[in-house]
Each structure stands twice: as structure tokens, then as C-alpha cells.
């Protein structure tokens, strides 16, 4: 299936048993080998859409295609080409940080192609001798960078990150994102995230979609966004968006 | 204080989740349940030992003969009851004894032997069944104590000086066949024992897998998990496979050590008798042959996926280890309990016994029953009625791990208005 468009997102409603909507008539697109942002204060959707997109929730109305491919009616094939990091992603306690590497890519890679992937994801995790030790050992960040290791030498098409950067000190948070930018530049993957760091996607994201209360309220690039809301930075984007009194009631 | 304030602090955060409270409440009316069944169970047993009327056929047209039959009828309330033949006692009273010709004068030496046959007819598939055979022993045992008291008194001897021994020949019979009572006896122990140790499989299958899940969850990895390039139905028959081969080398090396924990301890000299509780393996293959254990090992993969789809189900519903173990544990102690118990309650030897396949658990003993009356239509409907269930848990575990509700959960909550 060829197609440019790498994920189409068309009408996207999702309401939760107890009749809570998660994101309400969503539309939006992301190209192939483009970086796109998903802005909005908590409950606004972001995580509701990435797990659609991901196969793990199914839409109530509307529809997501990723590489042409209906993420419910060919959810498996769908998985094959994504790769998806949620925003509390851990990995199992009781095995070392390589095992965990050595499961993740040994189960959409084999042979010479999963010996590369597994010595790329070691190379990502930087862990040193700590890749061999239990997991349960690990910090946070620790975590966070072993499995965003998985996700980015799994060699997936469509990367999708939950709030990568959340909870961590500076230094790892900036390593995540050049991560990211090179494996979007040098691999032309195409990478959907999630972040409250408005200061994080307008420097890492060729495009960004605002979210508010599960509606998307404006898309574009940074430079566009800016111009169009007179805005100094991608902050006074969001707040000239959805208004100050509403962000402080969300 | 400290440590009274988090040891308090650990009991309320048990005490206070629903499911602890439900299997609290769940296993308190279970066991009260349960004990007055084999309370029941244990009672009939007493009861048919101690009270029920038992066939007799005497033969012998000797006085003497008539004169003990007498006497130990009347000692034994009226209890003996003359029939036609052995088939009319048999389906009357269950226990029939015959007291052939001769048996009188045989008592009349000086230090004699008599014989009686009894015949003893099991319908039930139970540990207490061969006690029937007790009863026999015992009615023989009083003919001989009674002839002696008679001979004592008509020749004013001594009693402690006379000898007579009335011994009992029993023919078991399970429908219209005859069988060996040892032979049944070892089978019904043997199947126990058989229950035991797959009963424990069983549970540790259900622990495992709802840990499975629910660990998964606590750690966080249970969204990568499920977004790897393989189906979801995948995913679970991998976790209840890991789940089976934990328990299998669980319970090898408990096995390992139990066995050599029994071989071990002192040899006691047991007495043989109707009651005595045996058991072997190798009896249970020998009886029910070729087909008959490959049944077995057919319900044992049934019980064994049965738990784990179980195991995995209460993992789905649970939000971390802790509830999936309360919800686990009782669930797991019920269906380990009932399996146990139904070898006390007793199961009837008929078609009716084919409906312990819907149990799964309870496939195993309708195999042996169907091995036992020889009616090879209980273990395939028992069968097919496992296969069934399996089949329809193992359907819902598939549908549960393709939905979202494996993620956000089951909601009870009522939809606003």
C-alpha cells in the first residue's frame, strides 16, 4: 500500500464507559518522515489518540489509518509498523535491561537484522554495565532511555512517544530528544509525540497539532503557528488558543 | 508506634479491597457448604456401617446355623433381612450375605472355621465405598463370637477356650460386574492422590497467570506488550503456556521432595483391612489401561488451560498483583477443595456422573467412574462437556485480551443520564 500519508486520522471520537469523551471529532494527518507534536493540558485527548493510533483503544466514531492500513480491522499489521512508547512505560523488574532489549526487538526481528538492532538499542540505552543488571535496579530516566532504546532500533516506520521527556532531569531530557531528531532525520521515520513541553515540540516538531478538551483547536507548524496568533513562542500560541481562564479551570 | 502504625497500615490496605472481601465472604459460605456435604457424606457411610439392613441367604439348614442367625440378629437390631437372591439383596440392601451348607457343623468343632460370601455392591465413586465391605467383615465377625457363646453355654466351657473364626469371601460388584475390591480400593486412593497433585498443579497455573497479567500491569509493560506485531490470542496462550511450565517444575520438585520426604519416614506395618487407605500410580494405570490414561493426560492439558485461561481472566480484572492474588487464592482454593471433596462426597456410578466434565476439575473422576462401570459414554460426554467449557473460556480470554477492556478495565459504574 503507498501512500504519503503515514498516519490519517478522520472524525476521531472516542467516549469511555461512563460516558467520558476522550478526543471528539479529531482530523488530522502526519507525512511520511515528519515529526508531529500533539500539545494539550492534561485530559485533552493526547494519550487517548496515541493509543488509538497504537491499536490498544478502538474508536467509537471515525477512523485512523497508519501507512494505509485501518488500525482496527488490521490492527496486527498496523503493529508491525509502529513502535509505540507510553507515557509510564516500564519494563519487566525482575530481568536485566539486555534481556528486556533482547525481547522487544526478538519478536519483530530475527537473524543478522536483530543482532544489529540489539547492539543499536545498547548503544541508545547507554546503560554500560548496568544493561546487564536486573531492571528493578534501575532509575526513572534509567527506565525511560531502556525502552526508548526498544522503540528506536526496532526499525519501525511510525514511532509514537508519550510524554518522552516526562519526569526527567535535564540532561536525559535532551539526550531523548536528539535521539529523536536523528532517528527522524538519518532513518526517515515518522514520529507522533505527546508533550506538555511547549519549549520541547516548537524545537523538535516540523508540525503540531493543539488539543483542548479533545478537539484539536489549531494545527501547524511552529513558525506558522506563531505568525498566525501573533505569538512570541508555541506557550503563547496555546494560551491565545484555548484562553487563560480555561486553562486554569482545566 | 511506628511500626504498629504500618503494620495497621498493611492490614487496612488488605481489609478494605473488594476483593479480599468478597473471597473472605465467597470462601466462608463455600466451606460451610462444603463441610456439611461431606459432613452428610461421612454420616451415610456411619450410618450404612452402624445401621442399614444388610440381605441374608442361609442356606444351611442346620439348627446351630439358625440359632446364630438368630442371635446375631437379634443383636444387631433386626438389621438382617432373608432374601431370594443374591440380585434381589444386592439391589435392596447393597450388602448380601450368603451362609453356605455346612457352615454350622464347620462351627461345631472344636476349633473351627467357617466361611460366608458376601457381596457388596458399589455404586459410588467414593473414598468411604469400600467400606461396605467392613460390613460384611463385621456380621461374619459376630457369627463366629456368637457360635462360640453358644457352644460355651450348651457344653459350659470356657469360651476363652474355644476357637472360632467365621471368615468372610467378598465379591465386589460395580453394576452387574464382579470386581477386585483391593483393585477398586487402590483405584479410589490412587485417584486421590491423582487429584491432589493435579488439583495443586491446577491452582498454581491459576496463581501464575493471573500474576502474569497483573504484574505486567503493576510494571508498566503491559502497553509495549500488547503493541509488539503479534496477535493478541497469541499473547495469551503464551502467557497460560509460561504459566503451565512454571507450575509443571513447581510441582515436579515438590513431588521430589514429598516422595522423598515419604521414603523417609518409618515403614509402619499397616493392617490390612476393607478400609485401609491405599494408593499407587501405577494401579491407576494398570486399571484403567491405555485409552483410559490418555484421557487422563487429555483432562489433565484441559484442566491445566482451563486454569490458566481462569488465571489470565482474574488477571485482566485486576489492577495489580495484590487483588489478582485475593481474587486468585480463593477462586483457586474453591476449585482445588471441591476436586478433593468430591472423592469424599462420592460420585454415582451412572450417566449422571458424565456432568463433572462441565466442572473440567471434575474430568478426571468421571473417567475412572466410566473406567469403573464400564460405560465408556460417561467419560466422552464428561469429555465433550470439558472441551466445551474450555473452549468457551479460552474463546472469552481471546475476546477480552482483543478488546480495550484489557487496558481501561471493567467499569461498574452506571452511565450518567
Known amino acids: 500500500m503507498r501512500t504519503s500519508v503515514a498516519v490519517d486520522v478522520t472524525d476521531l471520537t472516542k467516549v469511555y464507559p461512563g460516558g467520558v469523551r476522550g478526543v471528539d471529532g479529531l482530523t488530522f494527518r502526519v507525512s511520511i518522515g515528519e515529526i508531529y507534536g500533539l500539545l494539550g493540558p492534561n485530559g485533552s485527548g493526547k494519550t487517548t489518540t496515541l493509543r488509538i493510533i497504537a491499536t490498544l483503544l478502538k474508536p467509537t466514531r471515525g477512523s485512523v489509518k497508519v501507512?494505509?492500513?485501518?488500525?482496527?480491522?488490521?490492527?496486527?499489521?498496523?503493529?508491525?509498523?509502529?513502535?509505540?512508547?507510553?507515557?509510564?512505560?516500564?519494563?519487566?523488574?525482575?530481568?536485566?535491561?539486555?534481556?528486556?532489549?533482547?525481547?522487544?526487538?526478538?519478536?519483530?526481528?530475527?537473524?543478522?537484522?536483530?543482532?544489529?538492532?540489539i547492539e543499536e538499542a545498547i548503544s541508545i540505552a547507554d546503560l554500560g554495565s548496568d544493561i546487564k543488571r536486573p531492571i528493578r535496579g534501575y532509575s526513572k530516566g534509567m527506565k525511560r532511555l531502556l525502552a526508548l532504546s526498544t522503540v528506536l532500533a526496532s526499525g519501525s516506520k511510525l514511532v509514537i512517544?508519550?510524554?518522552?521527556?516526562?519526569?526527567?532531569?535535564?540532561?536525559?531530557?535532551?539526550?531523548?530528544?536528539?535521539?529523536?531528531?536523528?532517528?527522524?532525520?538519518?532513518?526517515?521515520?515518522?514520529?507522533?509525540?505527546?508533550?506538555?513541553?511547549?519549549?520541547?515540540?516548537?524545537?523538535?516538531?516540523?508540525?503540531?497539532?493543539?488539543?483542548?478538551?479533545?478537539?484539536?483547536?489549531?494545527?501547524?507548524?511552529?513558525?506558522?503557528?506563531?505568525?498566525?496568533?501573533?505569538?512570541?513562542?508555541?506557550?503563547?500560541?496555546?494560551?491565545?488558543?484555548?484562553?487563560?481562564?480555561?486553562?486554569v479551570s482545566s | 508506634?511506628?511500626?504498629?502504625?504500618?503494620?495497621?497500615?498493611?492490614?487496612?490496605?488488605?481489609?478494605?479491597?473488594?476483593?479480599?472481601?468478597?473471597?473472605?465472604?465467597?470462601?466462608?459460605?463455600?466451606?460451610?457448604?462444603?463441610?456439611?456435604?461431606?459432613?452428610?457424606?461421612?454420616?451415610?457411610?456411619?450410618?450404612?456401617?452402624?445401621?442399614?439392613?444388610?440381605?441374608?441367604?442361609?442356606?444351611?439348614e442346620d439348627y446351630f446355623t439358625a440359632r446364630v442367625v438368630y442371635t446375631v440378629n437379634a443383636s444387631l437390631k433386626g438389621r438382617l433381612i432373608a432374601v431370594r437372591t443374591i440380585e434381589e439383596g444386592v439391589r435392596k440392601f447393597s450388602v448380601v450375605i450368603s451362609i453356605p451348607r455346612g457352615f454350622g457343623a464347620s462351627l461345631l468343632g472344636p476349633n473351627a472355621t467357617a466361611f460366608v460370601n458376601g457381596y457388596v455392591a458399589i455404586d459410588r465413586a467414593s473414598a468411604f465405598q469400600q467400606a461396605r465391605a467392613g460390613v460384611v467383615a463385621a456380621v461374619a465377625r459376630a457369627l463366629g463370637e456368637t457360635?462360640?457363646?453358644?457352644?460355651?453355654?450348651?457344653?459350659?466351657?470356657?469360651?476363652?477356650?474355644?476357637?472360632?473364626?467365621?471368615?468372610?469371601?467378598?465379591?465386589?460388584?460395580?453394576?452387574?460386574?464382579?470386581?477386585?475390591?483391593?483393585?477398586?480400593?487402590?483405584?479410589?486412593?490412587?485417584?486421590?492422590?491423582?487429584?491432589?497433585?493435579?488439583g495443586i498443579l491446577a491452582m498454581m497455573t491459576l496463581m501464575y497467570s493471573a500474576q502474569a497479567v497483573a504484574s505486567e500491569k503493576e510494571e508498566k509493560a503491559f502497553e509495549m506488550l500488547l503493541t509488539l506485531p503479534v496477535s493478541r490470542s497469541t499473547i495469551a496462550l503464551a502467557k497460560i503456556a509460561g504459566a503451565v511450565v512454571i507450575s509443571v517444575f513447581m510441582v515436579v520438585i515438590y513431588f521430589?521432595?514429598?516422595?522423598?520426604?515419604?521414603?523417609?519416614?518409618?515403614?509402619?506395618?499397616q493392617t490390612t483391612g476393607a478400609t485401609t487407605f491405599t494408593w499407587s500410580l501405577w494401579d491407576l494405570v494398570t486399571y484403567l489401561g491405555s485409552s483410559g490414561v490418555s484421557l487422563l493426560v487429555v483432562s489433565l492439558g484441559l484442566m491445566l488451560l482451563f486454569s490458566g485461561a481462569l488465571g489470565l481472566l482474574i488477571?485482566?480484572?485486576?489492577?495489580?498483583?495484590?487483588?489478582?492474588?485475593?481474587?486468585a487464592g480463593p477462586i483457586g482454593a474453591v476449585?482445588?477443595?471441591?476436586?478433593?471433596?468430591?472423592?469424599?462426597?462420592?460420585?454415582p456410578l451412572g450417566i449422571e456422573a458424565s456432568l463433572l466434565g462441565a466442572t473440567v476439575y471434575g474430568l478426571p473422576l468421571a473417567i475412572v467412574v466410566a473406567s469403573v462401570s464400564g460405560d465408556e459414554t460417561i467419560a466422552l460426554l464428561a469429555l465433550l462437556l470439558s472441551i466445551a467449557v474450555v473452549a468457551t473460556i479460552l474463546t472469552t480470554v481471546v475476546k477480552v485480551f482483543g478488546s480495550e477492556r484489557i487496558l481501561i478495565g471493567v467499569s461498574i459504574r452506571r452511565r450518567p443520564k
Open chain 2, 315 to 327: 488477571g485482566v480484572l485486576s489492577s495489580d498483583t495484590r487483588v489478582a492474588g485475593a481474587l
Open chain 1, 161 to 247: 512517544l508519550d510524554e518522552p521527556t516526562a519526569g526527567l532531569d535535564v540532561e536525559r531530557s535532551i539526550r531523548i530528544r536528539n535521539l529523536v531528531a536523528e532517528f527522524s532525520k538519518k532513518r526517515g521515520i515518522t514520529v507522533i509525540l505527546s508533550s506538555h513541553n511547549m519549549l520541547e515540540v516548537e524545537h523538535l516538531c516540523d508540525r503540531v497539532g493543539i488539543l483542548y478538551r479533545g478537539k484539536l483547536v489549531a494545527e501547524g507548524s511552529p513558525s506558522e503557528l506563531k505568525v498566525k496568533y501573533s505569538a512570541r513562542n508555541l506557550e503563547e500560541v496555546f494560551v491565545k488558543t484555548v484562553g487563560g481562564l480555561s486553562i
Open chain 2, 256 to 269: 521430589a521432595g514429598f516422595s522423598y520426604m515419604m521414603s523417609a519416614m518409618p515403614q509402619v506395618d
Open chain 2, 335 to 347: 476449585l482445588y477443595v471441591g476436586l478433593i471433596a468430591t472423592q469424599f462426597i462420592g460420585v
Open chain 1, 67 to 117: 501507512f494505509g492500513y485501518d488500525t482496527v480491522l488490521n490492527a496486527v499489521e498496523v503493529r508491525k509498523l509502529l513502535s509505540y512508547l507510553p507515557e509510564e512505560a516500564g519494563a519487566y523488574r525482575d530481568l536485566t535491561g539486555l534481556d528486556f532489549i533482547k525481547f522487544m526487538l526478538g519478536v519483530r526481528l530475527e537473524g543478522r537484522e536483530l543482532d544489529e538492532a
Open chain 2, 1 to 60: 508506634m511506628s511500626l504498629a502504625k504500618l503494620v495497621k497500615k498493611e492490614v487496612m490496605a488488605v481489609l478494605k479491597s473488594p476483593a479480599f472481601i468478597m473471597g473472605l465472604v465467597f470462601m466462608a459460605i463455600y466451606f460451610v457448604a462444603l463441610g456439611r456435604m461431606v459432613g452428610v457424606a461421612t454420616e451415610q457411610v456411619v450410618r450404612e456401617a452402624v445401621e442399614a439392613p444388610v440381605g441374608v441367604i442361609v442356606e444351611d
Open chain 2, 147 to 198: 457360635a462360640k457363646l453358644l457352644v460355651a453355654i450348651e457344653r459350659g466351657v470356657n469360651i476363652s477356650e474355644l476357637n472360632k473364626v467365621v471368615v468372610a469371601r467378598v465379591e465386589t460388584r460395580v453394576g452387574g460386574r464382579v470386581v477386585n475390591l483391593e483393585a477398586l480400593s487402590s483405584l479410589f486412593g490412587s485417584t486421590m492422590m491423582f487429584a491432589v497433585f493435579i
